[in-house]
């Protein structure tokens, strides 16, 4: 089924309609309707003709990303602008340039948006027409999600684009790493002030931010909504009235009253407060120039493993691992939709043009042309020298250019990088693995070397690939540090679990694998690094990556080290080493329409964000093939001497820095190096101020733009922006804390249980304060309750190592009440008040004259013990002495629930708890001699800390932190 390659997005009354507009040759398809509570199916009216709705208010889409969901609000995510930057086989390839969010409330509320929308794409048509050379955008200052999202418009890139792959390179680029760090920071402050406010913006606000008031949106009869790059008016943009010549701020995308009204059900206030600031990072996403599409090339697989039937919807052939929008599209493929299915990938694509000719006519050498400068070498189509050379066979007189054609061979090099949807987001909060084994920046990165009419039945296609990922262990790095230190956790036999599955998924994909490990063998990196070698060692001595003797290829490179004082060049020394692994799996092969070889390894290179040192070694491995490639065809080239060849630096550099602004915020680190070869002090300058940049969007921005990636891969409800507020950070979703606390309640129990006779009826992971006999500490902390059938256990532990550190025990016999209620332990955030999901219960009991009160783990925890438990100390009990113990229900995972599970509720959870406990104690009473107190238990309804004493104490340092922490996010 064709895909939809032009929409014509207008409101009617009872939706929003998509109007295929089909080529002339191709067979008419049908319009779709999606209503506005976000229902999708076909429009069932006759759609032949719409000139009265089309007057004034449609506009052009090239496709739909998908529907965004959040509260009861729903947006239509469509492409309004688009940039060719490749083709392969010759199917055009699109980068996404910017996105419409258009509110599906009313039919006056998108029909406002579409005007607006309207506007833009014929203003920026206009623009276009009077400089064809200029673009708004340019791969090279695409933004990042991190980015402020106020971008200054003062400076315009020049642009040359290269008629045969549509790709654009700037020809003057200025930052100012100044001006991104310390003048955008007030930027954010002011817009994070406004997000949070329960009022949205302001008249007098909006123009002191730059943006229009309402009075002037309501005089144009234009709200706010975002600004676009979209269809000439050759290629369809309808008219629209003329626009002031002095307005070149961008609107605004939503405003908060644009939030839709007509929709019916219950609200989170918090969600509804921030839907503004969602909507917008949004835009600024899938806008960024990371996200590229083709209708007919399926992107997410290499050329060797594209499917063959080409009647099966593209989105049906996607990778799911590369699928991005995947969550977000999911009603239409449920309705049925398949023709307006777009699948899209985040990464990188790009191609470049070249050409070798024949060095004399008595050698076999063959060089590249040099004649031609760099850059025409990169911006110079195969089709101008074709026109060069046609003119001179049609009589002109022949030059040297139609001469070299004569004599050369053309070819075109693309790069196809592909990010995983697995374990995604940004630098410090996406980190190493999770339990299913999957890491965070997990890159594939294909090379493809072809003709350039992609006629396999002629001329060979190459295609090799490369894999970078992070460490597949459970670690983490606090972003508050330039250097931060490396933070580890879990036991040896927990990483071993989540390191094996992640190398056995990749041999199942990729066959054979050999890391290649590029992180400091001293300092903050060393730890992680030995970790890696250590687990990679046991690995190959138990069974291998298959359990059958399969080795993992391992070499740890220190990079900083081996390259010190800027001699980057000392990276062939690994690639020394890599090469019989890169000479025995080779790469793919297609000629005749046949795969005649097909790539039977993959080296994983990493560093510690898989960024920077990575890129150097992964451009020098792909140039030894590339040189390897054209050596088979009896070409030689040296792409690593010849300055002529510059543009195969220029491609990889342009893919590190699109992947390091995915990840990072900003463009890859040494740079320099992976474009001329050389590294200069200004350079090294130039990281230091990529760095601070890093760090601003680290500490500042990255929060809120993970929260938004994990709600739209559908890993987080919306829920996730309320712990957003509450917080001011987000957690690690992609790691499934079900199965961290179910490990860790059965490792409690393993250890803490002595008696062979007391089975474990249950067992809990709540929050308590850091010292018993109190219910409110300054910090507190998750701890494990275990009931059994004679006794409760109460027991801490230290969450990185996996040890119980400390433990009591309490027969049911000296329980002597539970109260349960409303449990407010700060007043900072609406969540941190809402009486209904702040609850939480106290244990009363007494103490033994002779028990042992609490054992404690005496010995040091890192100090290289054995996993057995460590000898315990014992704190022996006051029989005076009236105990308590307070415990607080864990906020819900915000994490999507499995199928048939249904979401936790504290007040459900604290009351199973109870109700549980008295059983259990109660049946022990019932069982006990005289000794015993055989009260029955009831449990007691009363408040533990309510919303007037949690005012009283919660501090003005507090406040003042909170305040401060919300004035910045």
Do not use: C
């Given at each position: 089924m064709p895909l939809a390659r032009k929409l014509l997005v207008f409101a009617a009354v009872d939706g929003l309609v998509l109007q295929p507009r089909s080529h002339p040759q191709s067979q008419q398809q049908q319009a779709i309707k999606i209503d506005y509570k976000g229902n999708v199916g076909p429009l069932l009216r006759d759609t032949g003709n719409h000139d009265d709705d089309l007057t004034q208010s449609s506009f052009e889409s090239h496709g739909v990303v998908g529907l965004l969901k959040v509260a009861t609000s729903n947006f239509l995510i469509t492409i309004c602008g688009r940039e060719q930057v490749a083709q392969v086989r010759g199917k055009p390839v699109y980068k996404i340039t910017d996105v419409a969010l258009i509110p599906l409330a009313s039919q006056s509320e998108a029909d406002a948006v579409i005007t607006s929308t309207q506007d833009h794409l014929h203003r920026h048509s206009k623009a276009r027409h009077a400089d064809d050379d200029t673009d708004t955008e340019s791969e090279e200052e695409a933004p990042s999600v991190t980015d402020s999202l106020v971008e200054d418009g003062t400076h315009t890139p020049t642009e040359v684009k290269d008629p045969l792959t549509g790709q654009r390179g700037p020809a003057d680029r200025r930052t100012s790493v100044a001006e991104d760090v310390m003048q955008r920071k007030g930027v954010y402050g002011r817009f994070a002030n406004k997000w949070f406010s329960r009022k949205g913006w302001s008249t007098d606000s909006r123009r002191t931010q730059g943006l229009s008031s309402e009075e002037d949106l309501v005089a144009r009869k234009t709200p706010t909504n975002v600004d676009s790059t979209g269809p000439t008016e050759e290629e369809g943009a309808p008219p629209s009235d003329k626009l002031p010549s002095d307005e070149i701020t961008t609107p605004e995308t939503v405003k908060p009253e644009d939030i839709p009204k007509a929709l019916e059900g219950e609200k989170d206030a918090t969600t509804v407060a921030l839907l503004p600031r969602v909507l917008q990072t949004t835009k600024m996403y899938f806008s960024s120039g990371n996200f590229f599409f083709s209708y007919d090339y399926d992107l997410s697989h290499g050329v060797a493993d594209q499917a063959q039937n080409t009647s099966i919807p593209l989105f049906k052939q996607y990778d799911p691992l590369f699928f991005w929008n995947q969550h977000i599209v999911t009603p239409f493929i449920e309705a049925g939709q398949h023709s307006f299915v777009l699948p899209v990938i985040q990464g990188f694509v790009g191609q470049r043009p070249f050409t070798i000719k024949i060095a004399d006519n008595k050698s076999d050498s063959l060089v590249v042309d040099k004649d031609a400068t760099p850059d025409d070498i990169q911006l110079q189509s195969w089709h101008e020298k074709l026109a060069v050379d046609g003119a001179a066979a049609s009589g002109a007189t022949e030059d040297k250019s139609s001469k070299d054609l004569a004599d050369g061979k053309d070819f075109l090099l693309t790069l196809i990088s592909r990010r995983s949807v697995k374990r995604a987001g940004l630098r410090y909060l996406r980190r190493g693995t999770d339990d299913e084994g999957w890491t965070a920046n997990t890159?594939?990165?294909?090379?493809?070397?072809?003709?350039?009419?992609?006629?396999?039945?002629?001329?060979?296609?190459?295609?090799?690939?490369?894999?970078?990922?992070?460490?597949?262990?459970?670690?983490?790095?606090?972003?508050?540090?330039?250097?931060?230190?490396?933070?580890?956790?879990?036991?040896?036999?927990?990483?071993?679990?989540?390191?094996?599955?992640?190398?056995?998924?990749?041999?199942?994909r990729y066959s054979e694998v050999y890391a290649a490990s590029l992180i400091d063998k001293h300092g903050n990196e060393a730890k992680i690094g030995e970790l890696y070698e250590q687990h990679a060692k046991d690995l190959n001595e138990h069974g291998g990556i298959d359990d059958k003797g399969k080795p993992l290829g391992f070499e740890w490179f220190d990079f900083h080290n081996v390259c010190r004082g800027m001699h980057f060049e000392n990276v062939s020394k690994l690639i020394d080493t890599l090469d019989p692994f890169l000479q025995a799996t080779g790469w793919t092969e297609v000629s005749g329409d046949e795969i005649k070889h097909k790539q039977s390894g993959i080296l994983r290179t990493n560093c510690m964000d898989c960024l920077d040192r990575t890129n150097v070694v992964q451009s020098a491995t792909a140039r030894g093939a590339l040189e390897q490639q054209l050596s088979a065809g009896n070409y030689t080239i040296d792409l690593q001497n010849d300055p002529s060849t510059s543009w195969f630096n220029t491609l990889w550099a342009d893919n590190g820095d699109n992947i390091s602004r995915q990840y990072a915020g900003t463009a890859a680190l040494k740079g320099d190096f992976t474009r001329t070869r050389k590294r200069q002090i200004t350079g090294a300058l130039t990281d230091f101020g990529l760095t601070l940049t890093r760090y601003y969007n680290n500490i500042v921005n990255d929060y809120f733009a993970q929260a938004v990636i994990d709600y739209l891969l559908g890993r987080a409800t919306a829920t996730i922006f309320a712990e957003f507020e509450a917080d001011m950070k987000s957690s690690d979703y992609f790691i499934d804390v079900r199965k961290v606390r179910q490990a860790a309640i059965e490792r409690c129990a393993a250890r803490v249980i002595e008696d062979e006779d007391e089975d474990l009826v249950h067992g809990w992971t709540l929050s308590v304060p850091t010292s018993a006999n109190h219910v409110k500490t300054s910090t507190f902390e998750e701890a494990v309750l275990l009931l059994t059938e004679k006794a409760l256990y109460f027991c801490r532990l230290d969450w990185g190592t996996e040890k119980v550190r400390e433990f009591e025990r309490i027969p049911l016999a000296n329980v002597q009440g539970l109260m349960r209620g409303v449990y407010i332990t700060n007043t900072l955030a609406q969540r941190h008040t809402d009486a209904a999901k702040n609850v939480g219960f106290v244990v009363r009991y007494r103490t033994d004259a002779e028990g042992e009160l609490v054992r404690r783990n005496t010995r040091a925890l890192d100090s290289g013990a054995t996993n057995d438990e460590q000898t315990l100390g014992k704190k022996k009990a006051n029989p005076d002495e009236g105990r308590f113990l307070a415990f607080k229900a864990l906020p819900p995972r915000t994490s999507v629930p499995g199928e048939g599970e249904k979401p936790d509720n504290e007040g459900e959870v604290v009351k199973e708890i109870c109700e549980e406990v008295l059983r259990i104690a109660n049946r022990a009473k019932d069982a006990g001699n005289g000794d015993v107190d055989n009260r029955v238990l009831e449990i007691e309804e009363k408040d533990i800390i309510n919303l007037a004493d949690a005012k009283k104490s919660t501090g003005y340092l507090e406040q003042i932190g909170y305040s401060l922490k919300k004035l910045v996010w």
């Open positions: 890159v594939e990165t294909e090379q493809i070397l072809s003709a350039p009419t992609w006629n396999a039945s002629t001329d060979r296609i190459y295609s090799f690939t490369q894999l970078r990922g992070s460490i597949p262990l459970f670690f983490s790095q606090s972003p508050y540090s330039l250097k931060p230190q490396v933070t580890t956790w879990g036991s040896f036999e927990t990483n071993q679990k989540a390191f094996k599955r992640h190398f056995s998924d990749l041999s199942e």
